[in-house]
C-alpha cells in the first residue's frame, strides 16, 4: 500500500473499520454475494427479493 495514496490508505482503513476486505475479483462462491450472484445468473434480477439476501446472510438457500 502506498501511503502516500489517499484512497488507498482510505480503503485500508474502512477494511480495518468494517472488517471486510475490498477486492477487484469476483466474490467467493461460498459468500453471501456470491450465493447472491450465482442466484441473479440462474433466475434473473427480476427474482431477487429482499428476503433472498437475507437468506444470503443466514446461509440459508436462496429459493426462488
Do not use: C, W
Request: glycine share 10%; net charge negative; no cysteine.
Amino acid at each position: 500500500m502506498d501511503m502516500n495514496d489517499p484512497q488507498q490508505v482510505g480503503i485500508a482503513f474502512a477494511e480495518a473499520v468494517y472488517g471486510f476486505t475490498v477486492s477487484e475479483g469476483p466474490p467467493d462462491p461460498d459468500s453471501a454475494l456470491g450465493r447472491v450472484r450465482a442466484f441473479t445468473t440462474k433466475y434473473g434480477e427480476e427474482a431477487l427479493r429482499p428476503e433472498h439476501f437475507t437468506a444470503a446472510r443466514e446461509g440459508r438457500p436462496l429459493l426462488p
